[in-house]
């Protein structure tokens, strides 16, 4: 079947991911093969919520496919303050763009919101729930730093509240990779998303720790998160906890000479500056990535085949 | 005679408004042939109080004509802050722009400016005063659904304060329009604009009306406004009255299969969702009306035979 | 040697400002011959303080190329809020466009983050630092206006705090140029600036006043800055200070004819109005020419030949 919309990297079938990554990687070869491919095509940019690099790094994909973005402009300058429901909003916004981003800070926003559309509608976030856009470009720096296959990957930090890890660690789980979380303990993975990779894995590839230490030689990849200040109670606490799971270079003595370093950023001080100049260091390449991978994403929705017509799959979405 | 800026819709006379309208059929029914049009064009856009889709569909408009558009921002990030005069600010920004869109708190803003511009000034709303580009999209959308001769319109809300309604009102007296007025006794029009509409139209087609069901069986179009909570100093008041003019499905049963119904958007709860789904529900369409219709405004006032050349006419604005 | 950022004007020979002046002077005179010069080019911008005519007319200048922006939008809907360094971000926007515009409010901001990025960085103001853009359409203004040889400059206004003095006033030092600076004692030039000057120029150019009356009759340009209010403890002393350093048309009847008037904008009453109409008002084609001689820089920074490769010169930047 066919995709009308991108709302979870769950929807994805392995093939479709691999579609898409094999699509990021054409276009991050040649960008100049597809700069007129979108000409006269308008991207709605609806973000309820402040993004930085979300939000631009859309704008440049399509503009990088010769198209061109209208934007709702932030909620405090825009009719959601005149009391407007997000169903109307959307459908307005629709008359004015052949594809739509949603950014909304409820869960279930985004599906919601593309019931009452025709246009495609990307998902760039909805709360604690989905983010599939960031999924596809970690999938993608991942693929391009150490392959898919016969991997063993870290994810460490905040994996309780982290809707990034969540959705990629639910993604991975297609692909024969070996996952251990590292965290403390206050902030592990809820027991639903562990349940949950534990059904689509067989429990096989998971494994949970609360240091660094035991698993660090093991890994191909270890993905960084943020420890957000504002989950703990109590400021001293925080920081003991941080402190923790910083890196420096000092922790990579342990580390393969191949091990990359992923974060989704922003940091505050996960990791230390001196590790940026090191060839671990691939969360600005990460960042870069989410260009080559949100044009492929807009050029599969956004082709004359149908929405999505290229993410093929006998699912039934 | 030329126009050189559009300031208000009372500047158009009924030939100059089918100009208009016809321009905008055109390009909806073909917007491909005029998507390189104005290649190189920047409008510049100068919204001095916020403005979702107003300001989204001039800028979509330009887009769709191949320009682009070189925006102010917001009044808080400007040299406004700093005192700049409104008639410095047009004078720079005329600079940027080969058209510029004003809107503006003040009444009158919108004169003031285009007496001290060389370039187009299309007024985006001045305030209490004017709103043309809305009044001729709502033009637009009753005569795509009901034809604009032999018409009966029925207009329902806030008739006191709403800028939208009047110009609307002011504008049907150049067509063969009765239209009949629905507002609590609070919330009538205001005496000077029943005076002006008598003026226009030897008063034959104005009659005002404190309910709904008397009227509704013989309208063709009905244009719902938003009753606005800031209007009441209680929100017992405010509750009372905008229940009385709220519609429903039930209330559709006396109303002709064709009735078309409007709204300038954004509801709150003028209208229910259910109608949504009826072929009566015009307010969608409506608002992406407001594309072909500022793109023929734009295409008209942007074209090689002068600015506003083809409203032609030969009163004296 | 080339130049792979702008920082400051005082990194350009006089030789590199002729380069782009005229660059500027011949792309003014036919700017359809580079209408498309820089198609499928993306422009970052990152304002970290407000701008209006700095911001749009870097917009503008790229657009005028053929080329488009993407804007990190305001400080509080980024990353920044999250923490994140000016050195992070930066290096997270190079990577979705092909040169950056840097505002900061911290003196020092533009040569820290160029040392960052492989993409032209152009300073678009630094705090009390540079503002390097400003200056050269400043000059290009008096050069259009007056020339650039055998020439007197009054300078007038707020010159203890005004970058954009400091910054014209050591630029012109490498013209044949008088200047006369005229300022309250209290808003003087700081005596650092006064010394640089006297050090670039052998002093034999500079001279300070406190009053306009004595070397009025002699200027071809007068450059005007508005007195800031926040500057004075007190507004009486404000209002008395200020009032010394109006120009109105009865101020100008000691002027040459050929006298050229010029001021950054925005002005609160330090022209009267009356003088906009006169042929001494250079001021509202000085912000204007800001479009020209943008487009000429980031021409000259996005040529094949190697950022800011015209821009050559022995010097050691």
Known sequence: MRHDHLITSKQLSREDIETVLDRAAEIDADPSAVADRHANTLLGLLFFEPSTRTKMSFETAMKRLGGDVVDMGSVESSSVKKGETLADTVRVIEGYADALVL??????????????????????????????????????????????????????????????????????????????????????????????????????GIREHDSLEEVLPSLDVLYVTRIQRERFPDEQEYQKVAGEYQIGPEDLEAASDDLTIMHPLPRVDEIAPAIDETDHAAYFDQAHNGVPVRMALLDLFLSDDGAGGALGGDGDE
């Open 103 to 204: 950014r909304h800070p409820k869960q279930g926003a985004a599906t919601m919101a593309s019931e009452y559309v025709d246009v495609p509608l990307l998902n760039a976030g909805d709360g604690a729930g989905h983010h599939p856009t960031q999924t596809l470009l970690d999938l993608y720096t991942i693929r391009e730093n150490a392959g898919l296959d016969d991997l063993t990957v870290g994810i460490m930090g905040d994996l309780k509240y982290g809707r990034t890890v969540h959705s990629l660690a639910h993604a991975l789980t297609n692909f024969d990779v070996r996952q251990h979380f590292v965290s403390p303990e206050s902030l592990q993975l809820p027991r639903e998303v562990v349940y949950d990779l534990h059904q689509a894995d067989d429990g096989a």
